[in-house]
């Protein structure tokens, strides 16, 4: 992947969460102590249209297909914590890693920060278990009204039990017992790409760059007007 020159960024040590949720709101995600946002990316030489999203806790449901993604992983369990980085989950993420063909990330330190539970702002890791193996880890940022997924990962192996969708499903039913109004599951794109799974949830909503938050309905084109007459920074 290969990022368009409209890419802004600056580093942070420290964010509270009321920072955390302004920044959440105008598109902004990070890396460590990175922060960066963009509305333009390229895979395989083609261009794809940034949309970041997020969820409406008080307007999301469960479809039924996700009940079914419950259903068939009652056998997990979860354990939320304070975020770390440890040989465990390292191994998890290089065999996660193997499903990338493009911009495959290097390493799961990367993505964090040294001290992953408090920089750059408070972190929890809300972690999938079948028995005792680990099998899925997604970073969950904390806000003051809202929360925002970092990175996930999950072993390849059990791609039956549909664990990126788990994860989220997760991370809506922690954000909402924190009393949160939204989750904020990252990037997707407009065009069809692999991150469509994220625009498949009830409660959804996309950041129309140019005119701010848009309720998503599932198959539509957010934003042809906009990506139409070209991108403008917020």
Not at 128 to 135: G, N, P, Q, S, T
Not at 165 to 183: D, H, P, T
């Given at each position: 992947?290969?990022?368009?020159?409209?890419?802004?960024?600056?580093?942070?040590?420290?964010?509270?969460?009321?920072?955390?949720?302004?920044?959440?709101?105008?598109?902004?995600?990070?890396?460590?102590i990175y922060f960066f946002r963009y509305q333009n990316s390229v895979h395989?030489?083609?261009?794809?249209?940034?949309?970041?999203?997020?969820?409406?806790?008080?307007?999301?449901?469960?479809?039924?297909?996700?009940?079914?993604?419950?259903?068939?992983?009652?056998?997990?369990?979860?354990?939320?914590?304070?975020?770390?980085?440890?040989?465990?989950?390292?191994?998890?993420?290089?065999?996660?890693?193997?499903?990338?063909?493009?911009?495959?990330?290097?390493?799961?330190?990367?993505?964090?920060?040294?001290?992953?539970?408090?920089?750059?702002?408070?972190?929890?890791?809300?972690?999938?278990?079948?028995?005792?193996?680990?099998?899925?880890?997604?970073?969950?940022?904390?806000?003051?009204?809202?929360?925002?997924?970092?990175?996930?990962?999950?072993?390849?192996?059990?791609?039956?039990?549909?664990?990126?969708?788990?994860?989220?499903?997760?991370?809506?039913?922690?954000?909402?017992?924190?009393?949160?109004?939204?989750?904020?599951?990252?990037?997707?794109?407009?065009?069809?790409?692999?991150?469509?799974?994220?625009?498949?949830?009830?409660?959804?909503?996309?950041?129309?760059?140019?005119?701010?938050?848009?309720?998503?309905?599932?198959?539509?084109?957010?934003?042809?007007?906009?990506?139409?007459?070209?991108?403008?920074?917020?």
């Amino acid at each position: 992947m290969a990022i368009t020159k409209d890419e802004e960024y600056f580093a942070c040590l420290n964010v509270s969460p009321a920072q955390m949720d302004y920044l959440w709101a105008e598109g902004w995600r990070h890396f460590g102590i990175y922060f960066f946002r963009y509305q333009n990316s390229v895979h395989a030489d083609k261009k794809f249209s940034v949309i970041p999203l997020r969820i409406d806790l008080g307007r999301f449901s469960l479809t039924r297909s996700q009940k079914r993604v419950l259903a068939k992983n009652r056998d997990a369990r979860t354990v939320v914590r304070p975020a770390s980085v440890d040989d465990e989950k390292r191994i998890l993420f290089d065999h996660h890693s193997v499903r990338f063909h493009e911009n495959i990330p290097t390493s799961l330190d990367d993505l964090l920060s040294p001290m992953p539970a408090s920089v750059p702002c408070p972190t929890r890791e809300l972690c999938i278990y079948l028995a005792e193996r680990l099998v899925g880890v997604t970073y969950l940022d904390l806000g003051q009204r809202a929360t925002s997924a970092v990175y996930a990962i999950f072993d390849p192996e059990e791609a039956k039990r549909s664990l990126g969708i788990l994860m989220m499903l997760v991370s809506i039913r922690f954000s909402q017992e924190r009393g949160c109004r939204y989750y904020y599951p990252g990037y997707a794109y407009r065009e069809p790409f692999a991150y469509d799974y994220k625009k498949r949830f009830k409660g959804l909503e996309y950041l129309d760059w140019s005119a701010g938050w848009r309720p998503y309905v599932n198959g539509q084109n957010p934003g042809d007007t906009f990506f139409q007459r070209g991108a403008c920074t917020p």
